[in-house]
């Protein structure tokens, strides 16, 4: 029989101040992967901020599930550390105690039938320990290659049947799947023993206050919806510049690449977000069938656009941040004739009323000069330049930038007369900054997924449609890729913008990436 877990300590007081959202039903989460770097760096302080934000029930537990053989006092241990390290604010000493004591551990392999057996043991001490009614959410922070098995091991060990209003829900990390035949197997597999209102597919820019101002930007101000449509928007470019390389996730990264790493998924969250129909109501139903339409309009690739509209780069050595850093290729855990991107471009099209003939300029890519992620939406220009016999003969085109990272806001730009006596347009901007208004509060952009994901709530997930209909965008592109490796990498220094033929992409339709000051 496993340990009986420390059953001392009670949460500290709850002051629960007016109008902030309830407190989290009971429950247990379930972390397999329990010793591995995103629940020490991300889930255990997401947890403590929102026990700390009074979000937590008082009747929660944690099982972390890992290979490791520890005991319940070990892991304890190792996590407190952990936390004490990774934490995003100062910390109450009464409430990681609280939420440390709370805290048990299975060891085992995750393909070991026993090992479910072991889960559900402690799972039984452990819910009636803590009073957490047999609702468990399993959060699988393990390599991909693990969650269908797990999913599979977790419904044979009758770990995920739901009765007498007991629930159970499995959050799987990204990515899902690694191409659209892969994900489609891996949603049937899941779908087998989980219901889809019971699988929460995570994908972390969900998790950013600013992605999720997209919507409410769009949809709860008179204002921007009737001019955001082609006859008003010229374009619009979505940038998401890193600094690091694939720093210690060389072998991971190494068979993904850029464009599986981050485009099905974040990326097309930023697209959808920015350009799907207004849904018939904030449920999760409602937002996932318009994002889910989008991802669908996106103009498939054959193999000669991927020629024309797709980009790929891979760094070699430079200087990124005042430091020199070295190629990909000399990255740990990567073969010195990598051939993986580490940047991709792309230009997309969307076939619908809205958007018919917008382009979408995409970038995105590690060791750029500067961590950087906005969406840019650039208004056509005014029909006529009207300053007859002034100096005037252009005037730039309005641009509105949402501002995702790391400064989180919104900016205006427009024309203005440039005071004096010759009549001159200069280009000025109006800018709103969240952390002006609202302040600024360290977390880690997971305490709003973990929440809603306790809460039930989807919203914030995607559905099976959605990862498949991500997939089958960038499926023609990676088979391109994959039948003519690339011959010029690394095609560009680290500490610059991308290769050469990122410019060549966007100046072909006598446009220009947006400048991003460095
Ligand atoms: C992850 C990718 O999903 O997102 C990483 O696997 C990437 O390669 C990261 O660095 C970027 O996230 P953020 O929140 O820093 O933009």
Redesign the pocket.
Known sequence: MPQTPNLEREMPALDQSSGSPPPSGPCIMVIFGGTGDLTARKLFPALYNLAKSKLLSPDFAVVGVGRNDYTHEQYRQIMSEKLQTFATGAMDPELSKWLISRVSYVGGEFHDPQLYTRVAQTLAVVDKTYNTQGNYFFYLATSPSFFGNIAEQLGAAGLVCEKDGQWRRVVFE?PFGNDLVSARALNRQVLKVLHENQVFRID??LGKETVQNILVFRFSNGIFEPIWNRRYIDHIQIT?A?T?GVEKRGGY?DMAGTLR??VP??LFQLVSLTTMEPPISFSSGSVHDEQSKILHAIQPFDAEDVLHYAVRGQYGPGVCKGERVPAYRAEEGVPPDSKTETFIALRLMIDNWRWAGVPFYLRTGKRLPRRY?EVAVQFKRAPLVLFRDTPVSNLDANQLVIHI?PDEGLSLRFGAKVPGAQMKVGPVEMNFNYSDYFGTSANT?YEVLLYDGIMGDQTLYQRADMVEAGWAVVDPVLDVWKALPARNFPNYASGSWGPEEANGLIARDGRSWRKIAE
């Open positions: 990204k972390h820019y998401v890193e690091v990264f790493d981050m998924n974040h992620t990272a952009g």
